[in-house]
Structures are given as C-alpha cells and as structure tokens.
C-alpha cells in the first residue's frame, strides 16, 4: 500500500483566509482524489486531481472555491479559499492503485474556521 | 445517482461478532469496499470484494455479498475494544474512478 502523508493535520484558520492542504505519496500514483468529511457525515468526493492538466470537479465544488495543483505524480495541493465556517471539516487526500482497485487516504486534515 | 446506506450504530460485547450491514442501488457496482475509521484519524482499507465474489474472509473479517439484494456485510468475529470506530462501506461502479461511500456505522465494544 501507499504511505499518504498530509499537513496540515489539524488548522484553526479565520473566516476569509485561505488554506493549503499538502499531499506526499511515497510512490508515483496515476489517480489522486480529494475528499470532504463534514462533522458526523459521510465523505464526499470534491475532485480528482489529475498530473499536468486542471482537477475534474464533482457537482457543487468550483474551482475558485477549491484551485488544486498535481505537478507530479507523487504530490497535490487543495487549497480552501475564503473560508467559512461551513468549511469546517475533514479534507482527506486519496490515492489509487495502478489497477485502481484499491483507494488508500491519507490521515486527513481538521480544518475549524471560526 | 448511486446511494450507499448503513445503519448509524451497532454495540456488542467484548467476545460477540459484530455484523455490520449496507445496502446499495449501483447495479453497476464493480468493487465493494470496507474502511475504519477511529477517531482523529483517516480511513484504513479493512478488505473489499469484487462483485463476481460472493464471499472474502480474511482473518477475523468475514464479507458477505448479495448482489442481487445489493446488500454488503461485514462479520467481525471476537470483537475486541480495538475495534470500536466508524466503520464505512463503498463502492465503486463501472467507469467511475473514486467511490461513494455510506454515512457510516458507529461500532461500540462494551468490555
């Protein structure tokens, strides 16, 4: 399996800023996914972040609400933009096997914006 | 769209098995997933089954696929303290590359 690493791993940020989330795999993966878990919910799929060209968003995430970066196969960054406090939640990086049959996920990053 | 459903709760005993159930509505679904999550922490790949299987053990984990029914469960034999979590099911249908995932089975072990 992947090792995912992720930081922040925790942030209390203000209402209006911004905050970039880092993900390192330790090996070069072909698909990589950012996720949100809102508190006591289910994970929901934001985008796929995809190596060289601009991230494919799921229904109701936007680009300017959430721009990724993928310049290589082993990194991403999600950026939270003007934060709210209905932003507040888990954001969980995601990677597949080559086959794509198994999807690991990073430790996750607690985001509380007040 | 696909939906994926779990009950929100189930507490055992120390010792008992644990069935954890999930339903699905993807006819197309090509992989089912098992994931825990214990509090702070991200998801672990507990095991999966591809949907030509009907049944995965693996060690004192015990899948169950009823695809007809569209019905996944997890068995989880001599339940320890340890595996007191939230416990999440998804799948994976054809052509999609990310899952959907169910809200979550909270499990509580009572020593």
């Known amino acids: 399996s992947a090792v995912i690493s992720q930081k922040p791993s925790r942030d209390i940020c203000q209402r209006g800023t911004s905050l970039t989330i880092q993900c390192q795999v330790d090996s070069q993966v072909t698909m990589m996914f950012w996720y949100r878990q809102q508190p006591g919910q289910s994970l929901t799929l934001i985008a796929t972040?995809?190596?060289?060209?601009?991230?494919?968003?799921e229904s109701g995430f936007v680009i300017d609400k959430f721009p990724i970066s993928r310049p290589n196969l082993t990194f991403s960054t999600l950026t939270v933009s003007n934060m709210s406090p209905e932003d507040s939640s888990i954001y969980l990086c995601s990677v597949g096997t080559p086959t794509n049959e198994k999807l690991f996920f990073g430790s996750g990053t607690q985001l509380s914006v007040l | 769209g696909e939906d994926v459903e779990q009950s929100l709760f189930l507490s055992v005993r120390e010792g008992d098995s644990s069935v954890i159930n999930c339903t699905y509505t993807d006819s197309s679904s090509t992989y089912l997933y098992w994931y825990k999550q214990e509090p702070g922490a991200g998801l672990q790949l507990l095991t999966y089954i591809f949907s030509n299987m009907d049944m995965k053990q693996d060690q004192r984990l015990t899948v169950l696929l009823n695809k007809k029914d569209k019905h996944l469960s997890l068995r989880i034999a001599d339940t320890q303290t340890g595996d007191s979590a939230i416990y999440f099911c998804a799948e994976k249908g054809t052509g999609r590359r990310a899952l959907t995932f169910g809200s979550g089975t909270r499990l509580q072990v009572q020593p």
């Open positions: 972040a995809n190596q060289g060209s601009e991230a494919t968003y």
